[in-house]
């Protein structure tokens, strides 16, 4: 079974500050794909990024990173110099290609940056 | 512009009612799917298509219906049968079902919220 754990439900930081969004999932497949989106107030699903189960290199994209560790099966969210703009809530999602591509969303988390 | 239109961006239902909801896509993808969402849970897939005429139940099924007539059309029908549809619904698109290439990103729309009253 696929399953997504986003043990954070709400997140309050003061802007300009860092944070990190958790991100732990549980898969039996090797081949599988990770996914975060945000949620602005509209609703709108936003994609930031995805990383396949065999590329394990962190990435940054601007103020963003993300860290990949499959030893501890986690997925974990950075933002750096937090802004206004960036209060919105985060879903990390899997999907493995054993199965079509369904999503598996956590239940996410919701961040707020206050001035 | 290519992209995901749903409609209406907010509907009010009587219980007993059926409602249905549209979504829409011209970015000529393939698969076509709905979720719903609760306050503090994550997105929950009901039904998905991943070609026209076709269409395969999700994780939470009952109380809905769909139909995949056209590629770029995808209706959810909420129907009296649904104990508890007060949520907020998202459609979206891929290219493919099948992850064949390593990139198959979902496309979501703005979303439906449902009351019912």
């Known amino acids: 079974a696929q399953k997504v754990t986003q043990a954070q439900t709400e997140i309050s930081v003061v802007e300009k500050e860092d944070v990190t969004l958790d991100c732990v999932y549980e898969t039996r497949d090797t081949t599988y794909y990770l996914f975060w989106y945000k949620q602005p107030p509209s609703g709108e699903l936003v994609f930031l990024i995805r990383?396949?189960?065999?590329?394990?290199q962190n990435e940054i994209s601007g103020r963003y990173s993300w860290n990949f560790q499959k030893s501890t099966s986690s997925f974990n969210f950075t933002i750096t110099a937090s802004q206004v703009v960036d209060s919105a809530v985060y879903f990390c999602?899997?999907?493995?290609?054993?199965?079509?591509?369904?999503?598996?969303f956590g239940t996410g988390t919701q961040l707020k940056v206050e001035l | 512009d290519g992209g995901i239109t749903q409609s209406p961006k907010y509907l009010f239902r009587k219980e007993g009612q059926n409602v249905t909801l549209s979504c829409e896509q011209n970015?000529?993808?393939?698969?076509m799917y709905w979720y719903r969402q609760d306050p503090g849970q994550g997105l929950r897939l009901i039904y998905y298509s991943q070609i026209v005429n076709d269409f395969q139940k999700g994780d939470i099924a009952e109380g809905y219906s769909v139909s995949r007539e056209k590629k770029e059309s995808f209706p959810l029908t909420v129907t009296s049968a649904q104990k508890n549809p007060t949520a907020f619904y998202l459609c979206a698109s891929s290219i493919f079902f099948e992850p064949i290439s390593s990139y198959n990103e979902q496309f979501f729309g703005p979303g439906t919220r449902l009351t019912v009253l």
């Open positions: 990383r396949n189960s065999f590329d394990e």
């Open positions: 999602a899997l999907f493995h290609t054993g199965g079509g591509n369904k999503l598996t």
């Open positions: 970015l000529n993808h393939d698969a």
